[in-house]
């Protein structure tokens, strides 16, 4: 991949675990954060595009949800209810920041459409034109089997190709791809870099996955390879802290990259 230094345009995809308490509310200190950092990464002169879960998680609190919903209805009704409570709270953080965003509700099956897809090219690299910060979330009020299962792993795959981004990150709970269940085995080892995936690599995606949101590592394996098959890099990185995306600029994160040759696929 391109050394960091040289890297111009990056699609950060966030999850509802980074974004949330374990109780399942919003946790503003690390949106706060977030915000921040990604200020900072555009303030530097790169194109920064977010790719935002947390819509159902911000609607369930919204509506005062006991529990989070389990009927496909009422998650819909509470991302609905929670994509304008999210963005209302990323305005906020971002404005303290000097920065203006926008929002975008997608489909990962939008490429499947010409016109849809130009589209939204279009609409994207307007707003980066502008020095808007663009944020992506699935249109959860009416897609399903995203919402039941992709937690925006493959959308920010989609995203970072619509965008003909240098660099894909995904911000998770766990610090990357290990060779086995971290949290069932200590000494599981981190794999720091990953250029073919084969079925020893599906067999520790199955094994190792995330502990909240929807996503687990088997979708963030599908995005690596659909960004690889772009000539897009991916990097997985605990977003605990969201000020690793310092360290991943400067290359001194803890991490698993994704560095794919084209022609791979799963």
């Known amino acids: 991949m391109k050394e960091m230094k040289d890297v111009r345009r990056i699609v950060v995809k966030v999850g509802s675990s980074t974004l949330t308490h374990p109780q399942g509310g919003l946790h ?34 919204k509506l005062q949800m006991r529990h989070r919903p389990t009927l496909m209805k009422e998650k819909q009704a509470a991302a609905s209810v ?22 975008l509700l997608l489909t990962k099956t939008i490429t499947h ?51 003909n ?28 870099v990953v250029n073919h995936i084969s079925e020893e690599i599906q067999a520790m995606a199955k094994g190792a996955g995330s502990k909240h949101g929807t996503g687990g590592m088997v979708t963030k394996l599908y995005a690596a390879q659909y960004a690889g098959e772009h000539g897009i890099p991916m990097i997985i990185a605990n977003g605990n802290q969201p000020s690793i995306l310092y360290h991943i600029l400067k290359n001194t994160y803890r991490g698993t990259l994704f560095d794919l040759k084209k022609e791979e696929n799963l």
């Not at 209302?88 to 953080?93: E, N, R, S, W």
């Not at 663009?134 to 919402?147: C, F, G, K």
Request: proline share 3%.
């Open 113 to 163: 459409n010409e016109t849809l897809r130009m589209n939204a090219v279009n609409t994207l690299e307007t707003l980066l034109s502008y020095g808007v910060i663009p944020i992506v979330n699935e249109n959860d009020s009416v897609a399903t089997d995203e919402i039941a299962y992709g937690d925006n792993d493959t959308l920010s795959a989609v995203t970072a190709y619509l965008t």
């Open 82 to 103: 929670g994509q304008s409570e999210l963005m209302f709270i990323y305005d906020k953080f971002f404005s303290q920041y000097g920065q203006t965003i926008a929002q």
């Open 165 to 192: 981004a240098d660099l894909l990150i995904l911000l998770s709970d766990i610090d990357g791809l290990y060779d086995d269940n971290p949290t069932l085995h200590p000494n599981a080892k981190l794999i720091p």
């Open 28 to 61: 503003f200190q690390k949106i706060d954060q977030l915000a921040m950092a990604l200020s900072d990464i555009k303030n530097s002169g790169k194109d920064v595009i977010l790719v935002s879960s947390g819509a159902v998680s911000a609607g369930v609190a």
